[in-house]
């Protein structure tokens, strides 16, 4: 087996770390290559339907084909992502935020996210390797207790680094996801409503890495919508912008 696709099967089992696997192919080009070579040759192959992956949701198995479909054809979908318009490579799959979660594996919705779809990409030249559940489960407490307007980026990494840590999960879970909505509602301050995000979370941390407070919602012109927070260190008011 060669090197690039031992690492990716090293990382689909769980024996290498979703952190250092980004790190590698971010790093060796060629991990990257053998996973675009795979949609490449299908593209070449006009017989080869793509193959649906199968795991458990619930209990129950569940099979997903969602982002190979789109790898082969990228015009079925072009406002997907933001940014560029389309899935046109693997690269631009694995390293480009979604609408409402991010590829950043150092939250659970992201490594969740980032998995599954190596996971896909790789089923289809091998379903022998057994679906990795670690990261999946990982992301379903999080999805519980994080509202839907800071799931992704800064917002979600805050959340899962500072309060979530604070609430060992010897607590009896309901008392445990109320204790954590709390504290998300203390510290993500807001003056009027919550932010409904075209994309992403890009709720802002201020100067001590702490969320800024929302202030409301800014001037939109067509497709753009504005989204007004203020910097509680300094006073000073920070815009998100975002495209529908």
């Known amino acids: 087996m060669e090197y690039a696709q031992q690492v990716i099967v090293d990382f689909l089992k769980g024996d290498l770390d979703i952190v250092e696997f980004r790190r590698l192919y971010d790093e060796k080009p060629e991990i990257d290559a053998f996973l ?70 150092e939250t659970a919705s992201g490594s969740s996210a980032f998995y599954s779809e190596v996971y896909e990409i790789y089923t289809q030249i091998d379903q022998s390797v057994p679906f990795f559940y670690k990261y999946r489960e990982a992301s379903s407490f ?9 799931e992704g980026g ?32 203390e510290d993500f301050k807001s003056e009027k409503g919550y932010p409904c995000w075209a994309q992403a979370s890009e709720w802002p941390m201020d100067k ?20 007004r927070f203020r910097d509680e260190t300094t006073g000073e008011e920070v815009t998100v912008e975002q495209f529908y």
Do not use: N, W
Request: aromatic share 10%.
């Open 154 to 185: 800064e917002s979600e990494k805050y959340i899962q680094k500072h309060i979530i840590p604070l609430f060992p999960e010897t607590m009896k879970k309901g008392e445990r996801k109320k204790a954590i909505k709390a504290k998300i509602k």
């Open 208 to 227: 001590e890495g702490k969320p800024c407070t929302y202030i409301g919602k800014g001037k939109s012109e067509g497709d753009l919508r504005r989204f």
């Open 36 to 105: 675009q070579k795979i949609i490449d040759d299908m593209k070449k192959d006009y017989s080869r339907k793509p193959i649906p992956y199968t795991c458990l949701v619930g209990g129950e198995e569940h099979s997903f084909s969602s982002v190979v479909p789109y790898l082969l054809e990228p015009h079925r979908d072009p406002g997907r992502l933001y940014g560029p318009p389309k899935y046109e490579s693997v690269r631009q799959l694995l390293t480009y935020q979604f609408r409402m979660v991010t590829h950043d594996v």
């Open 142 to 150: 999080p999805i519980e207790v994080i509202p839907e307007y800071l």
